[in-house]
């Protein structure tokens, strides 16, 4: 009789349960890991929500299927490993090794996963803690005793001496990597991000922390929070923000201000849209240098339309991005960088928040509340 593991379930919006699965044999070119901790995602936060349509307008568009086990920033203990199984490297994995592992299951043969490599726009895309159905296909998410890794999955072994505290966010510092393609960017005509160049954060959530770590890392000058709760606000500080302000202390004309006051009047050169909230887009733009570039991250669900003034991005030349999703190749430098950093930047404050998963509604519903950092799940 094969073992049985708990898992988080969201059976329906808004209905969270700890159901317990029975343990797959381990599969063919894949492993079983037993799970140290697991995130709370905002995509997890929209899921529960109720709010599930992401890739819309593409041709993998999906809605998150329920009953749903979610957790796709995870690390844990390999524990049945099938003979030969290596990492992404072609490391050998062995019974014992701390590892995470991308969420994003790609095929490799569709024309995106030839031609763009790197991101996961492949065309039969499924993800961990967002596709499976937990009454088809048990322990495909992170907020659980034990996980199945199938072989197509990419897996990444964890330096020794990154605690999985770190190692947890690493798909999150991943996620960060979007201003290497911002350095793609970069020119004469200062466009993209530049060494020194001045950085407009939206969001001091876990995403937007990852991105201000990022900044910090690469090079950034002046760089400034905007939020709304002021315990994310001081942690921005924390980690390295210049200027902090909040959304619901000043009326937009002292928002643009502050901005002008702290670029030297003339604007921050990158935006960075890491809120999940359409409304934050049409905020953001007056911000912006002429010339200058805007990074869409963190609306990955469909949250629905907004409108705006497009004669703004033609009057200011400006370069908006949208990034649906994070490089494949971007977990091993993560974990080396925060390795790296880890004594120069308080990367041990990211998690706040650990709970077990008999307290499942309490860490969604403390997730939800937004007075926390990184909310996570320990096994």
Same mark, same amino acid.
């Given at each position: 009789?094969r073992?049985?593991?708990?898992a988080?379930?969201?059976?329906?919006?808004?209905k969270?349960?700890?159901?317990?699965?029975?343990?797959?044999?381990?599969? $063919?070119?894949?492993?079983?890991?037993?799970?140290e901790?697991?995130?709370?995602?905002g995509?997890?936060?929209?899921?529960?929500?109720?709010?599930?349509?992401?890739?819309?307008?593409? +041709?993998?568009?999906?809605?998150?299927p329920?009953?749903?086990?979610?957790?796709?920033e995870?690390v844990?203990?390999?524990?049945? &490993? @099938?003979?030969?199984?290596?990492?992404?490297?072609?490391?050998?994995?062995?019974?014992?090794?701390?590892?995470?592992?991308?969420?994003?299951?790609?095929?490799?043969?569709?024309?995106?996963?030839?031609?763009?490599?790197?991101?996961?726009?492949?065309?039969?895309?499924?993800g961990?803690?967002? %596709?499976?159905?937990?009454?088809?296909?048990?322990?495909?998410?992170?907020?659980?005793?034990?996980?199945?890794?199938i072989?197509?999955?990419?897996?990444?072994k964890?330096?020794?001496?990154?605690?999985?505290?770190?190692?947890?966010?690493?798909?999150?510092m991943?996620?960060a990597?979007?201003?290497?393609?911002?350095?793609?960017? @970069? @020119?004469? $005509?200062?466009?993209?991000f530049?060494?020194?160049?001045?950085?407009?954060?939206?969001?001091?959530?876990?995403?937007?922390?990852?991105?201000?770590?990022?900044?910090?890392m690469?090079?950034?000058?002046?760089v400034?929070?905007?939020?709304?709760?002021?315990?994310?606000l001081?942690? $921005?500080? %924390?980690?390295?923000?210049?200027?902090?302000?909040?959304?619901?202390?000043?009326?937009?004309?002292?928002?643009?201000?502050?901005v002008?006051?702290?670029?030297?009047?003339?604007?921050?050169?990158?935006?960075?849209?890491?809120?999940?909230?359409?409304?934050? &887009?049409?905020?953001?733009?007056?911000?912006?240098?002429?010339?200058?570039?805007?990074?869409?991250?963190?609306?990955?669900?469909?949250?629905?339309?907004?409108?705006?003034?497009?004669?703004?991005?033609?009057?200011?030349?400006?370069?908006?991005?949208?990034?649906?999703?994070?490089?494949?190749?971007?977990?091993?430098? %993560?974990?080396?960088?925060?390795l790296?950093?880890?004594?120069?930047l308080?990367?041990?404050r990211? +998690?706040?928040?650990?709970?077990p998963?008999?307290? !499942?509604?309490? !860490?969604?519903?403390?997730?939800?509340?937004?007075?926390c950092?990184?909310?996570?799940?320990?096994?």
């Amino acid at each position: 009789m094969r073992p049985t593991a708990k898992a988080a379930t969201i059976v329906e919006p808004g209905k969270i349960e700890v159901r317990e699965y029975e343990v797959p044999p381990c599969p $063919a070119g894949g492993l079983i890991m037993k799970t140290e901790m697991s995130g709370i995602c905002g995509t997890d936060k929209h899921t529960y929500r109720g709010e599930t349509t992401q890739y819309g307008g593409t +041709v993998n568009q999906q809605t998150s299927p329920f009953p749903l086990i979610p957790g796709h920033e995870n690390v844990g203990i390999a524990i049945e &490993v @099938s003979p030969g199984k290596t990492d992404f490297y072609g490391q050998p994995i062995r019974e014992g090794d701390r590892i995470t592992m991308c969420p994003d299951v790609v095929c490799g043969q569709c024309y995106n996963c030839r031609h763009i490599f790197g991101y996961s726009w492949c065309e039969n895309w499924r993800g961990y803690g967002n %596709s499976f159905r937990a009454d088809q296909h048990p322990l495909m998410g992170g907020w659980a005793e034990k996980m199945v890794i199938i072989p197509e999955a990419f897996v990444y072994k964890v330096p020794d001496g990154l605690e999985p505290e770190l190692a947890v966010y690493t798909e999150l510092m991943a996620c960060a990597f979007a201003l290497d393609k911002l350095k793609d960017f @970069s @020119s004469l $005509a200062a466009e993209g991000f530049l060494t020194g160049g001045s950085v407009l954060i939206q969001g001091a959530g876990p995403l937007g922390i990852a991105h201000l770590i990022m900044a910090r890392m690469m090079g950034a000058g002046t760089v400034i929070v905007i939020d709304k709760i002021p315990c994310r606000l001081e942690a $921005a500080r %924390s980690f390295g923000a210049d200027h902090v302000a909040n959304i619901e202390d000043h009326s937009d004309a002292q928002l643009l201000e502050l901005v002008q006051q702290w670029t030297d009047g003339r604007g921050t050169d990158v935006a960075i849209e890491c809120t999940g909230e359409p409304e934050a &887009v049409p905020q953001a733009l007056p911000w912006i240098r002429r010339g200058g570039m805007y990074l869409l991250e963190g609306v990955f669900v469909d949250m629905g339309e907004i409108s705006f003034n497009p004669h703004l991005i033609v009057s200011k030349s400006l370069r908006l991005i949208g990034l649906s999703n994070h490089p494949f190749t971007a977990y091993q430098p %993560s974990m080396e960088m925060m390795l790296r950093y880890q004594d120069q930047l308080p990367l041990d404050r990211f +998690v706040t928040h650990r709970f077990p998963l008999d307290k !499942a509604q309490e !860490a969604i519903d403390t997730a939800l509340a937004g007075e926390c950092l990184k909310v996570v799940f320990a096994p």
